[in-house]
C-alpha cells in the first residue's frame, strides 16, 4: 500500500475530518459526536487503499481495532 506517513498522513487525516467532522456510526443513530479518529474501513494490510472514499469518521469509543 501507498503510505502516507508524518506530517503530510497527519495533515491529509486532519484535512479529511475537517471536512466530515461527525462520527460516521454516531450519525446513523442520530447523534452527533465529533470524530476524532480516520481509519481505515479496509485496513491497508489487508489491501486497503488509501483513498478518502475508503476512510472512516470515528471517535475514540467507536474505534474497534
Known sequence: ANR?????????RAGF???????AECE???KTKMATIADHKTPLWAGGAYLADML????????TR
Open 4 to 12: 502516507v506517513r508524518g506530517s503530510a498522513g497527519v495533515k491529509r
Open 17 to 23: 475530518l475537517a471536512n466530515r467532522p461527525l462520527c
Open 28 to 30: 446513523r443513530e442520530g
Open 56 to 63: 472512516a469518521r470515528a471517535n475514540k469509543k467507536r474505534r
